[in-house]
Every structure is written in C-alpha cells, then in structure tokens.
C-alpha cells in the first residue's frame, strides 16, 4: 500500500482484497479495492471559526467550492401546495449551511430554466447577507410550466463553470417525469456535463421516474433517492449539502494499468453503491485506463476490478494490475498519483488455494447480485410477470439476508411477505404503496460492507 498526502488534498489509501491463487489455465482475476481518504481537513459542512469567531475554510483560506441548487417549479409542484412549501424551506435549509465564501445560486426549473438567485449569469459568495437575499428570493418562487431537466443541467453547468474553483456540485429536485425535452436531449445534456460537477438528485412525492432520477445522479457520479414526503426534505437537504461542504477534492480518477496480453473485464464501484464503470474509461497512455470517481471528503469507497490475463503456467506468477488514485495536475502537467495497490496472480495445482474465493469479492458479488434481482424483478412485477416477480424479488430477499443487509431487507418486506429469508421463498403483496415500490427501487444499488 502507497500513501500519498499533500496539505491540498486528503490522504489516500488503498488495499487490495483478492485470492490471488488461479488453477492450471486459469485466467481471470478478481479484486476487491478500498480506498480511503481520511485528514483533507473536512468539517462535513459545519463551519469552521477563527479566533475571531469568523468563519473560515479547513485550510484558512477561501472556500474552493460552487453550489448550484436546482428546485423544480413546474405546475405540478402545487398539488399538493407542501411540496413548494417543502422545497423552499429544504432550498433555504441548504443555503444556511453554505461555508462562508462558498459560491452558490439557486436555479428554477421547468420546460425551461430560470436564475432565482443571485442572477445575471453569475454566482454569489455566501455570506449572512446574501444567504438572507438568497432566501428572500425563494419566496418568490412560483410554480408553473413543464418539466425539461436537461435545460436545468445545462444553465447550472454554465454557472458552476462562472467560478474559478476546484469543486462544483449540484442539487436537483424534482417531482415529476421530464415531458418537456426527449430522453435523448436529456442523455445530451447529461454527457456534456458528466465530468464537469458533480449532482445528487431527488425525487419528491410519487409523479416522477426513478430511471430518470436515478441516471442523473449516476451520469453525474452523485446520489439518488426519494423523499416521499416533502415533510422531509429540509432534513434531507441539510445533509446533501453538509456532504458537499465536506468535499476536498475533486476529478480523482482511479487508474488500473495491465500487461500486455491482460484485459479488463470491468470495473465497478461497489460500495456504498454499486456503479459500473467500466464504459466510462478513458485511456492514460499504455494498457493504462482511468475511471472517474468523483470529488472526495474523509470517506471510503469499494471498487471490484476483474482482469483477464494469459495463462502463465503452473508456479508462475504476475502483476495482473495496479490499481492507482490519480489527481489531474493543473495546466496539463503529468497528474499526481495519491496511492495505489497491485493485484497478483499465481498459477497452482493446489486446488484448496485456487478454489477459495476472498471474503470481499463474494460478498461484493452477491452486493451486485442483489441490487440487479431487485430491479428486474420489479419490472416483472410492473409487466405483470408474476412468477418472475416472484422468483427475482425471492432471490434479492434471499441475498439481502445472506449478506446483513437489513435496509434493503426492510424495503423488500414491503413488497413481498417473506415466508422464508433463509431460502428466499416470498409472496407478492397484493397491495404495495407507490412510495414503498419507488423507494426500494431507488435504494436497490446501496450496499453493505463485508461482515467482520
């Protein structure tokens, strides 16, 4: 394991879980990667104070971060009038836990997208005066129109880019299915920005979709989730926002370089989500490939490489990858490597060794597993394909049990009734409530980690 820590940035760390012994003619290698970033200085959104009480970055000096929040204000917001109500207060909650300096706007949105604050195509420094213009504004806020969320991306996009900082985030709300562009206006709109900033998106009551919310927050490498009620959107607001505060760096990509003759099969990231990554790779120079992972705060994150490599020999053994955390250095320069961690692979008779698999990589499997036999068993369940239904959502009760995940076997029981977890035997429920179908679908990638 290689450290690397810079005042700048948080310390990273990696290490690799893997069962590195392949039987005679063996050839793929699979392994679990943590990387944790720990020390960046974060306050996880509470403002730090200097001797004078002001408030101040980690580092002391200016805040390197943008926000833009994005409120849906289309007609259907008014019905019923709490989820306006709700998302002004969630939007003014968000604002009050702006770092001083942070720079930040508020966008309307609707078939179109429209400056709430602090307007003229430009961002305004968070401070207690323009945080209470900021909230004067909202109040403002009307609802009216239709729903185009590629337009909303693009201005927030424009806007994040009016700053000269290191991290750019959004946040999006909206509550219902986006009828005003086509998908593939909205899938234009998501590649232009991937890479730019990232976004955590909401969906608010039941009227919207959970693919659409759920693509953008994983085109944009942020969150997804419903709020059901709009009751609990300014806590849900507050955290959002508190995350995003926490953030220290920004475009860390992680790279895996092979050998000649090994490919990639994939890489996704595991944990706290399950998100593939594979399609998002981007060369960097000789058998070398870059995965976007986003902006980092003190946090740790799960990755599962699977590599396919020549077939050595018995008692041979290679380097099959090295899996490295990269910083893009400012001007173009060569980036700056933050810590890495190699995965290895050894040819053997031994079929005790070559047969065990690693705690980590079958748990993550399994993970994987879980989060695809729920979501296509809800479309069976949508299609009327009770038996597949059935025989999916089983499987997902089965797995989320297996591996202790007690969130997602709670979303499942509302569902299904379980009449055996152990074995996954379920019944459909007769009746489900919308908001327990959407969340469960909108919670179906989150995972667990291994059990110690």
């Known amino acids: 394991m290689a450290n690397f820590s810079k005042s700048t940035v948080p ?6 879980y893997q069962n590195e012994y392949l039987p005679e003619g063996g050839r793929e290698v699979h392994a679990i990667t943590t990387v944790t970033a720990t020390g960046g200085g974060t306050s996880g959104g509470r403002p730090l104070a200097d001797a004078a009480g002001k408030s101040v970055d980690a580092h002391g000096g200016a805040p390197d971060a943008a926000v833009v929040i994005m409120v849906d204000a289309s007609g259907s917001m008014e019905y019923p009038p709490t989820k306006m109500r709700g998302a002004r207060d ?12 942070v720079a930040f706007a508020v966008v309307a949105g609707t078939h179109q997208a429209a400056e709430v604050y602090p307007g003229g195509g430009r961002l305004a420094q968070a401070s207690p005066a323009t945080r209470a213009r900021a909230k ?4 403002g806020l009307r609802s009216g129109g239709g729903t ?32 005003h562009e086509s998908p593939e206006e909205l899938r234009a709109a998501l590649d232009a920005c991937a890479g730019r900033f990232t976004c955590d998106a909401r969906g608010v009551g039941t009227d919207w979709e959970v693919k659409e919310v759920t693509g953008i927050a994983s085109a944009l490498l942020g969150s997804a989730d419903i ?6 959107l ?4 507050t955290r959002m926002m508190e995350t995003a505060m926490g953030k220290e760096v920004a475009d860390v990509a992680l790279r895996v370089w092979t050998p000649q003759g090994a490919e990639i099969q994939y890489v996704k990231q595991v ?12 060369e960097a120079g000789p058998r070398a490939g870059d995965y976007p992972t986003g902006s980092w705060g003190d946090e740790s994150r799960d990755y599962h490489v699977c590599v396919r490599v020549p077939d050595a020999g018995v008692g041979r053994e290679m380097l099959a990858a090295r899996v490295a955390l990269v910083l893009p250095a400012p001007g173009g320069g060569a980036p700056r490597t933050l810590a890495q961690g190699l995965v290895r ?5 031994d079929m005790a060794a070559s047969t065990q698999i690693n705690p980590q990589v079958a748990h993550y499997t399994g993970q994987a597993e879980l989060a695809r036999a729920i979501q296509s068993g809800l479309d069976a369940r949508k299609s009327g394909d009770v038996d597949g239904a059935t025989a999916r959502l089983g499987r997902a009760v089965q797995l989320a049990s297996a591996s202790g995940n007690e969130d997602t076997a709670k979303l499942l029981a509302k569902v299904v009734d379980v009449v055996d977890a152990v074995t996954g035997t379920v019944r459909l429920k007769a009746k489900v409530a919308e908001a327990d179908e959407m969340t469960l679908e909108t919670r179906s990638t989150k995972t667990v980690r291994v059990k110690k």
Do not use: K, M, Q
């Not at 310390?11 to 690799?16: A, M, Y």
């Not at 004067?136 to 109040?139: G, K, S, T």
């Not at 944990?271 to 981007?282: H, I, K, M, Y």
């Not at 692979?345 to 008779?349: I, K, Q, S």
């Open 11 to 16: 310390r990273f760390s990696v290490e690799v």
């Open 90 to 101: 969630a939007t003014a909650a968000a604002i009050d836990t702006l770092r001083d300096g």
């Open 136 to 139: 004067e504004a909202l109040r």
């Open 148 to 179: 185009a969320i590629g337009t909303w991306l693009r201005l927030a996009d424009r806007l994040l880019y009016s700053a000269d900082v290191a991290i750019r985030h959004g946040i999006l709300l909206t509550d219902g299915r986006n009828e």
């Open 227 to 232: 709020v059901a009620d709009p009751a609990g």
């Open 234 to 237: 300014t806590a849900d607001f």
């Open 271 to 282: 944990a706290p989500t399950v998100e593939d990554l594979t399609g998002r790779r981007t």
């Open 345 to 349: 692979a050894v040819w053997t008779t």
